[in-house]
């Protein structure tokens, strides 16, 4: 690992932080540390915490993007296959195009989920599902993508992380179905609703906060 990290930075990459060629912001985030010591009180005074700790914060996608001599998370290898899928089912051949990123992000997030049980709904976590689901429906409305796509990448995110899950592969077929049920209702809802963000899954009048 050591190496990698040592090895000459590839060319045909943009050039890293602090070089003279950078291209970017002069720092990378890559691990941030916490230190919780203290509760602050309502009047501004702090207490020691009874359980002093550190919370550490560094993520599997900022690794790779490390070994992968990348700059951002987005451009690492299963992102950057997730964000072509979407262009494929959406139409968008550039890939740059934000609103990938945030359709390739939400596959992945909504299918891990519906796989551990969390099925689209006006309560608990699964009203935060249906936003997240209608979230990436409403970017694919905006790149004109006016038909169900969304369950359509599912295969493409099994492809590639399915052996490390397998649950996530088991699961695909349900997967696929929950998704493509949401998506179809989602994008029964007039254009009006999804250009003004209404379709992206205002909660209903009643439902739990």
Partial sequence: MLGDLLRPWPAHRRRPPGS?????????????NVFMQF?????????????????????LE?????????HSNYEIDIFAKLIAAAGRETGIADLATPSL???????RATSFTVADGVIPSNEGRGYVQRRIIRRAIRHGYK???????????????????GEAYPNLKASEKRV?????????ASTRRSPTAWRSGRGAGRRPEGAAR
């Fill in 62 to 70: 900022r690794l790779a993007a490390i070994l992968q001599h990348v």
């Fill in 101 to 107: 990123k945030v359709i390739a992000d939400h596959i």
């Fill in 20 to 32: 003279p060629e950078q291209d970017g912001d002069r720092y990378i985030e890559i691990w941030n």
């Fill in 143 to 161: 790149l004109g993508r006016k038909t169900p796509f969304f369950h359509k990448l599912v295969p493409d995110l099994v492809a590639l992380m």
């Fill in 176 to 184: 696929m179905e929950v998704l493509k049920a949401e998506e179809s």
């Fill in 39 to 59: 509760d602050m009180q309502p009047d501004g005074s702090v207490k020691p915490l009874p359980a002093p700790c550190v919370d550490t914060g560094m993520g």
